[in-house]
């Protein structure tokens, strides 16, 4: 036991600390000057301190557990998108959360991600490196992604829809996908959103009149702030401008640390959530944004050594899941705010406030520890 806990990763710990101290700065930040919400720093360091635990515990299941439950784990995760939609409450136009005693939200689409992540390493993970076939391997994976995506497509929750299937992708080929499969796979994806864009621009009136009918008029409104901020609704791009503003605004060395006047306080809508990044940029500008893609560069960094130091399949491939869901969300969040990428509900991970999506996140790190400290012993799938 003493052997392991010497590969305890103490930059992970330290850097995922640092960000959490961070997220707890910002969060208070931009609800400072909010007299409708009451988060203060007591809250966010709640969710921090719980999340803290939840890594801890997942640190010390050995990962190689899960190959034997990974079944009844899916299966837990498809019931629980399916029940929302009968005890679930609309948050933000979407029925995507379970309200817990306590005033505590839930949402399982959350959780679903990291439950993906298992059930397709485990599933992978018994082909021991060999080439994935079409038939017996390819598609009964995408099958797996297909039912969740769908569910939460519904909701509708579009950001962690794309990002199942981000991951699939990246474990797909992580797990060693035939060239020709790829290859294509990635023509029907570049044709569908292809052919997806040309039927939006060419059909969008009725399209926006079916989806207003019924009230999911939101998505179009969301693709046209990418695809045409011109002529897109105003209402609909105001996030997206004064975002870009605010952070603009920040310059170098950004306009300080809890600063008046702030363009986030005023003009943004749940810059202490998604938005976050914003309060980031418009506070530390440039530099203080450098800083904080330098430290989750070093943490994906240091989870993809344990994937390369892994001696087993399924823990490389957790760890890759996870890294794409990381990489993904990242991504996306900045770029949503920068006009590169399209709005959607992703949050910042570790910056965020989010107790679910913090949890996630933080479990995702405690079972990459524990391939870490396994990484010498023996598969059991």
Not at 172 to 185: E, S
Not at 215 to 227: C, G, M, N, P
Request: hydrophobic residues 55%; charged residues 15%.
């Amino acid at each position: 036991m003493l052997q392991k806990l010497k590969r305890i990763d103490g930059s992970i710990i330290a850097i995922v600390l640092l960000l959490m101290f961070i997220s707890t700065l910002l969060v208070y930040s931009a609800t400072l000057d909010d007299p409708n919400i009451h988060l203060g720093i007591g809250k966010n360091a709640l969710n921090c301190g719980l999340g803290f635990v939840a890594f801890l515990v997942f640190m010390f299941i050995d990962y190689r557990f899960y190959a034997k439950i990974y079944w009844y784990m899916y299966t837990i995760g498809i019931v629980m998108l399916i029940a929302v939609f009968k005890y679930g409450v609309v948050i933000h136009s979407a029925r995507s959360w379970f309200r817990l005693p306590g005033g505590l939200d839930f949402q399982p689409a959350e959780l679903v991600k990291l439950i993906l992540i298992i059930t397709l390493a485990m599933f992978m993970a018994r082909k021991n490196g060999e080439k994935l076939g079409l038939i017996r391997d390819v598609i009964p994976i995408g099958l797996l992604v297909f039912v969740p995506f769908t569910l939460v497509m519904i909701q509708p929750d579009l950001g962690n829809a794309v990002i199942y299937l981000v991951m699939l992708t990246a474990m797909l080929w992580i797990g060693n996908i035939k060239y020709t499969h790829a290859i294509i796979g990635l023509t029907a994806i570049v044709a569908g959103v292809f052919l997806f864009f040309t039927l939006f621009a060419h059909y969008h009136d009725p399209i926006k009149d079916f989806l207003t009918a019924k009230h999911k008029e939101h998505w179009v409104e969301r693709i046209d702030t990418f695809l045409d901020p011109e002529n897109a609704d105003k209402d609909a791009i105001y996030q997206v401008e004064h975002s870009m503003t605010a952070i603009g605004s920040g310059g170098l060395f950004g306009e300080g640390y809890l600063h008046g006047n702030s363009i986030h306080s005023s003009f943004i809508p749940y810059a202490y959530s998604d938005s976050i990044f914003v309060v980031v940029g418009e506070e530390f500008g440039f530099v203080g944004a450098s800083v904080l893609l330098l430290f989750y560069f070093l943490l994906i960094y240091r989870l993809i050594l344990i994937a390369i130091q892994s001696q087993t399949p399924g823990g490389s491939f957790i760890i890759a899941g996870i890294v794409s869901m990381f990489v993904f969300q990242i991504f996306e969040n900045i770029g949503m705010f920068v006009g590169i990428m399209p709005l959607t509900g992703i949050t910042l991970p570790f910056i965020s406030y989010g107790g679910t999506s913090l949890m996630i996140n933080m479990m995702s790190l405690g079972i990459a520890m524990s391939i870490r400290m396994h990484r010498d012993e023996e598969a059991k799938y």
